[in-house]
């Protein structure tokens, strides 16, 4: 890891914007994850881009100067409770591969965040 950076307003804006979509997008929330933990929910398919809506996928693109310079310090950011919200929502709990789960992102804790 190296110098943890200063988060800009822009960047700040946009990562808060993101929180709010990621509640109700997987695909806005599996990049959230992966920045966060990556070991557990892997990296993020850049093939799901045309799905999400131009202005979130701008902010995304806001957040992948903050990610390149502050790749292990998310959260240092002030957003650990969004991430871990964000984890409880997406990833409640073991899911069999088999059982019908309550969310869209089907899977196992410690594994890649699955897209429908």
């Known amino acids: 890891m190296g110098t943890l950076n200063a988060i800009t307003e822009n960047q700040h804006a946009a990562l808060k914007r993101l929180f709010l979509e990621a509640k109700q997008d997987c695909h806005v929330a599996s990049f959230l994850l992966a920045w966060w933990r990556p070991q557990q929910y892997g990296g993020f398919a850049l093939i799901y881009l045309p799905e999400i809506e131009r202005p979130v996928a701008s902010d995304m693109a806001t957040i992948f100067d903050l990610f ?6 998310c959260s240092y950011f002030g957003f650990e409770a969004d991430f871990k ?3 409880r929502r997406w990833c409640p709990g073991p899911v069999e591969e088999n059982d019908a789960a309550p969310d869209p992102l089907k899977r196992r804790r410690n594994t890649r965040v699955a897209h429908k």
Not at 68 to 73: D, I, L, M, T, V
Request: glycine content about 12%; cysteine-free; proline content about 0%.
């Open 68 to 73: 390149a310079n502050n790749a292990g310090w």
């Open 85 to 87: 919200a964000l984890e």
